[in-house]
C-alpha cells in the first residue's frame, strides 16, 4: 500500500525568504507525485507533479519541487515566498502506470505554511 | 467552464437523517471521486468512479452509497447519518493528461455538520 508522509503540520517563514515543505513517500514501483494547495475554505488546486524525467520540477506560482528517488522524497520550494502563499499544502503520490481503476491519490495529512510579514 | 460544482455548499443533518451531495463536472472527465477531510488526517477516498455506470469503493467507503448515472454527475448518499460524518466533503475529476498521469480537479467542497 502506497503512503505519504508530511512531517510538519506547520511551516513559518518571513516573507522574501525560501520555504520548504517536505514530503516522504512510499509506493511500490515507480511514482507519480503531486502537490496541491489549499486556501481556506475553497477545494484542492494543483501545483506540480512529477512523473519522469527531469527530478526539478517546476509549478504554478513560482513553486518548484525536487524529486529524490534515493531519499523517497518530493520537497515542495520556493525561492521567495509571499504571504500570499500562506495555505495547507498536500502532497500525494499514486503508483506509475493505469491501474484501470483511475489515479486513486494517496494524501499526506498536509502542512500549514504561513508567511509573516 | 464551471469546472466541478457541489451542491449544497452547507448542511447540518440530525443522526439517522439521509441526504445526497451532487457532484458535477463539465470538462468531460471520465473519472469522479469523494473524498472526506477531517483535521490532521487529510483527504481521504470514499468511492470512486471510472466511467458512467460503475462506481468502486475507496478507502472509507462504509455509511456511503454512490451513483454515476451520467458522466457529468456523481452522486454521494447517506442513508442513516451519523455525528462521525460530520466532515467536509470533497468531489474530484480527473482525465488522463500527459505523460499518463491523471490530474485531479476538485470542488469548492460542502461542509456537512450532523449532530
Known amino acids: 500500500a502506497q503512503s505519504v508522509a508530511q512531517p510538519e503540520d506547520q511551516v513559518n517563514v518571513a516573507e522574501g525568504n525560501p520555504l520548504t515543505v517536505k514530503c516522504t513517500y512510499s509506493?511500490?514501483?515507480?511514482?507519480?507525485l503531486f502537490w496541491y494547495v489549499q486556501y481556506p475554505n475553497r477545494g484542492l488546486q494543483f501545483l506540480l507533479k512529477?512523473?519522469?524525467?527531469?527530478?526539478l520540477v517546476k509549478g504554478s506560482y513560482g513553486f518548484e519541487a525536487e524529486f529524490n528517488k534515493s531519499q523517497t522524497s518530493f520537497h515542495l520550494k520556493k525561492p521567495s515566498a509571499l504571504v500570499s502563499d500562506s495555505a495547507l499544502y498536500f502532497c500525494?503520490?499514486?503508483?506509475?502506470?493505469?491501474?484501470?481503476?483511475?489515479?486513486?491519490?494517496?494524501f499526506g495529512t498536509g502542512t500549514q505554511l504561513k508567511v509573516e510579514l | 467552464n464551471a469546472g466541478v460544482t457541489q451542491t449544497p455548499k452547507f448542511r447540518v443533518l440530525k443522526t439517522g437523517q439521509s441526504m445526497t451531495l451532487l457532484c458535477a463536472q463539465d470538462?468531460?472527465?471520465?473519472?469522479m471521486y469523494w473524498y472526506r477531510q477531517d483535521p490532521g488526517m487529510g483527504l481521504r477516498l470514499i468511492h470512486y468512479?471510472?466511467?458512467?455506470?460503475?462506481?468502486a469503493k475507496g478507502e472509507v467507503p462504509d455509511g456511503y452509497n454512490v451513483s454515476r448515472l451520467k458522466k457529468q454527475n456523481f452522486l454521494l448518499g447517506l442513508e442513516s447519518a451519523a455525528p462521525s460524518q460530520t466532515s467536509v466533503y470533497f468531489c474530484?475529476?480527473?482525465?488522463?493528461?500527459?505523460?499518463?498521469?491523471?490530474?485531479?480537479?476538485f470542488g469548492p467542497g460542502t461542509r456537512l455538520t450532523v449532530t
Open positions: 500525494a503520490v499514486t503508483p506509475e502506470g493505469l491501474t484501470g481503476g483511475g489515479n486513486k491519490l494517496t
Open positions: 509506493v511500490s514501483g515507480n511514482p507519480y
Open positions: 468512479s471510472v466511467g458512467e455506470g460503475t462506481t
Open positions: 512529477y512523473i519522469t524525467g527531469d527530478n
Open positions: 474530484a475529476s480527473s482525465y488522463l493528461a500527459s505523460g499518463g498521469s491523471y490530474e485531479q480537479y
Open positions: 470538462m468531460n472527465h471520465e473519472y
